[in-house]
């Protein structure tokens, strides 16, 4: 069992940066690949970001290459998301989701632990 809690959304204007955290706790993180997913209300959840149980492979929604950035530390059992030159469009919940023994994939429906979500809010 995984418990997520993501913290460091928040009112930012276009352009601004942010840094997301998503702090577990429980036991063998570095068991898990991890994703950042967002989702607008009357909208699906959609894929942002996953990083593998060592950090070694990660990947991205098109709409944000190049500017977010997944990283993971796992003595701290922590998975941030790096938000430089944001975007309204980027305004969302933005939730962090742990997959046993997985690869940080795009498909929601694998990951096994969601958290709560961390309000992003970006005007122009």
Known sequence: ????V???????????SLRLSCAASGRFFSNYAMGWFRQVPGKEREFVAGISW???S???????????????????????LQMNSLKPEDT???YCAADYWGS??????????????TQVTVSS
Not at 109 to 115: K, L, N, S, T
Request: proline fraction near 2%; hydrophobic fraction near 35%.
């Open 1 to 4: 069992q995984v418990q997520l």
């Open 6 to 16: 993501e913290s460091g959304g928040g009112l930012v204007q276009a352009g601004d």
């Open 54 to 56: 060592n950090g070694d």
């Open 58 to 80: 990660t990947a991205y929604a098109d709409s944000v290459k190049g500017r977010l950035a997944i990283s993971r530390d796992n003595a701290k059992k922590t998975v941030y």
């Open 92 to 94: 969302a919940l933005y």
């Open 104 to 117: 940080g994939s795009p498909n929601s429906a694998v990951y096994d632990f969601w958290g709560q979500g």
